[in-house]
C-alpha cells in the first residue's frame, strides 16, 4: 500500500478541485431566484399556497369565496401577497394553555 500524501498539485486532486467547482457553478445556475416583483412584496399562486398549507386547491377556492383568504385576480391568475397571509394566520392564532393567563 503506498503512503503517499496528496496534495493539491497532484493532478487527481487537481482534477478534483476543478470537477467540484464546475459542480458549483451548474448548481448556482439551478437556484430559483427570489420573485419580489412589486416593492418587495412576495405574491404566492395558488398551488403554492396550497402546497404551503397542505391543503387542496379546492379548498383554497373556497375559502376565497368565504372571503378568508384576500387575493388577487389578475387576467384570470389569482395570487395572494404574502405578508396579507402571515398577518391573517397571525390573527387567527389561538394561544396555547401554557400561554393563556388562568384567572
Do not use: W
Not at 48 to 76: D, H, K, M, N, W
Request: net charge positive.
Amino acid at each position: 500500500m503506498n503512503n503517499q500524501l496528496l496534495s493539491r498539485q497532484d493532478p487527481r486532486v487537481a482534477d478534483l478541485f476543478r470537477r467540484l467547482e464546475k459542480v458549483i457553478k451548474t448548481l448556482d445556475k439551478l437556484k430559483v431566484p427570489d420573485r419580489r416583483p412589486l416593492h418587495g412584496e412576495r405574491f404566492i399562486t395558488d398551488s403554492e399556497l396550497s402546497a404551503l398549507l397542505r391543503i387542496s386547491r379546492r379548498t383554497l377556492q373556497e375559502y376565497r369565496t368565504a372571503g378568508v383568504f384576500p387575493y388577487y385576480l389578475i387576467c384570470g391568475k389569482i395570487v395572494y401577497k404574502e405578508s396579507e397571509l402571515v398577518q391573517l394566520l397571525e390573527d387567527c392564532r389561538k394561544q396555547s394553555l401554557d400561554e393563556q393567563v388562568l384567572i
